[in-house]
């Protein structure tokens, strides 16, 4: 039986509003592992988004698909499958309908608009907790609203955990507030050898992405094609990177980008392959949907994972690269920083607070060996109406191409070596990025919140002569 087992009568319920859990995003792909790690613990009912989702109107029974992967006969997981995030009436129906013991928000805070204008309703009833996530600095003073409106903040990275507390200052003391990175499945992703059971298919897929072409190195990149995601600057980079190769080795070099070649929220990648690099067979893209097994493949096949996103809240691509021991090339912004783990003077891993919120800076250059940090040449200070200001931390592409030569540069074994650390770091306590360690987290979180809540009143006065000019709660430069 599962540690903290609970017979389905005694657990709390929590209605968790995020994208379907059966979906392959990036908050599906962690939502569903939050619910399957933590169904002997919880009843969950998922409000699960999709764009036009074909089974909308459905109620669909999860809980012994859900209780075979981990063992326990009476879990409790039920869809409901909703186009787009839903609105205050389908919410309402879901509180009376399902009467759950929490509200669980996961996803950017302008999608919950609405429900953050409703919260005083909703905490009358349960508590409202968000899992939550910002790119990048000067803290959001805009955002307030949407943190105070809610009872616990769990912020992925330690960025963003420093920024709920910037942001709300005083109002943020009687809040749960804490730091719970996403996690992943080490049984999902790991490093694949000679002797390993899964090498003749690591074998055919490398086949089927290589033909009969063997490379010395090879890059990967795995992320949406969208303007801060950096594509096109990693296409620069590579180009430059080649040209400073001798000859004889151009050909011993590859670029695998995983994404989608044109995109709406991006650009035309076939165009700028084309304008950067002729007909070079040696950057390949790979298109198809895949399942987890086949993206650890792809991952196993890669010498390094790059991402250069001049903003990012986490950085997925890169906690499942070092999951399967491969070592990785970032950009030093937003939680990606998390896992380079930076360490201080001390030889600590840094913390951020109102004097050193981040590290983008480059106040700290040493980090864990399976990562090679690229810092940003710029940081613009960039918005619109609804986001007003965030810095873009840009890197300089040719920067990158120096740091893809300091990759290739290495012996098989000292990047396999250096990979494989990075592996062991993930697993870690320390790091918290498993998927043991992130339900760890939540369980340890929402026992803490269900302990401690009380309901607030439906309604409040406040007398408000000017609303107060909000300025900035941390240094600009530091």
């Not at 899992?131 to 003073?141: C, R, S, T, V």
Request: with cysteine; charged share 30%; aromatic share 12%.
């Amino acid at each position: 039986m599962k540690e903290g087992y609970l017979p389905k009568e005694q657990r709390k319920k929590i209605l968790f509003l995020c994208d379907d859990i059966r979906m392959h995003s990036g908050v599906a792909t962690m939502a569903r592992e939050i619910v399957i790690g933590t169904c002997h613990k919880y009843n969950w009912v998922n409000v699960g988004a999709a764009i036009n989702h074909p089974e909308v109107g459905k109620k669909l029974d999860l809980s012994q698909d859900t209780g075979n992967r981990v063992g326990i006969e009476d879990a409790s997981v039920f869809l409901y499958p909703q186009n787009g995030y839903g609105d205050s009436t389908i919410l309402r129906k879901f509180l009376d309908l399902e009467k759950p013991d929490a509200v669980f928000i996961f996803t950017d805070p302008r999608y919950w608009e609405w429900l953050f204008q409703i919260e005083n309703e909703i905490r009358a009833k349960c508590p409202l907790v968000y899992l939550n996530i910002w790119d990048d600095l000067p803290a959001p003073l805009y955002n307030e609203p949407y943190y105070d409106s809610c009872d616990m903040l769990l912020g992925i990275s330690k960025q963003t955990e420093n920024i709920n507390r910037l942001v709300l200052g005083d109002k943020g003391k009687d809040k749960i507030i804490s730091y719970v990175p996403h996690g992943i499945n080490e049984e999902q992703f790991f490093p694949i050898d000679e002797k390993h059971e899964q090498w003749d298919n690591l074998q055919k897929a490398k086949k089927q992405l290589f033909g009969d072409k063997e490379y010395k190195h090879v890059f990967f990149f795995n992320s949406r094609n969208i303007r801060r995601k950096m594509p096109s600057d990693l296409l620069a980079a590579y180009k430059l990177f080649k040209e400073s190769l001798p000859e004889k080795e151009k050909d011993d070099v590859c670029l695998v980008l995983h994404t989608t070649p044109v995109d709406g929220n991006g650009t035309d990648l076939y165009a700028v392959r084309d304008l950067l690099l002729g007909e070079d067979e040696s950057v390949r893209f790979s298109t198809a949907k895949l399942a987890t097994e086949g993206m650890n493949y792809l991952y196993n096949l890669a010498d390094v994972t790059v991402l250069p996103s001049s903003n990012e809240g986490w950085g997925l691509s890169l906690t499942e690269s070092m999951m399967a021991g491969t070592m990785i090339i970032a950009n030093v912004t937003g939680g990606m920083q998390d896992q380079m783990r930076f360490e201080d003077e001390n030889g600590d891993w840094i913390k951020f607070d109102e004097n050193f919120p981040s590290n983008h800076f480059g106040t700290y250059k040493k980090c864990g060996k399976w990562a090679l940090p690229v810092f940003p040449s710029n940081s613009a200070l960039v918005g619109s109406p609804k986001t007003p200001y965030i810095f873009d931390d840009r890197l300089d592409f040719r920067e990158l191409a120096n740091t893809l030569m300091e990759s290739y540069k290495m012996s098989k074994e000292e990047k396999k070596e250096r990979g494989l650390a990075g592996r062991e770091w993930v697993i870690s306590d320390e790091s918290m990025a498993s998927a043991k360690n992130m339900n760890k987290n939540i369980i340890t979180n929402f026992d803490k919140l269900f302990e401690t809540w009380k309901p607030r009143p439906k309604f409040h006065f406040s007398k408000i002569d000017k609303l107060p000019i909000k300025t900035l709660t941390h240094k600009l430069v530091y």
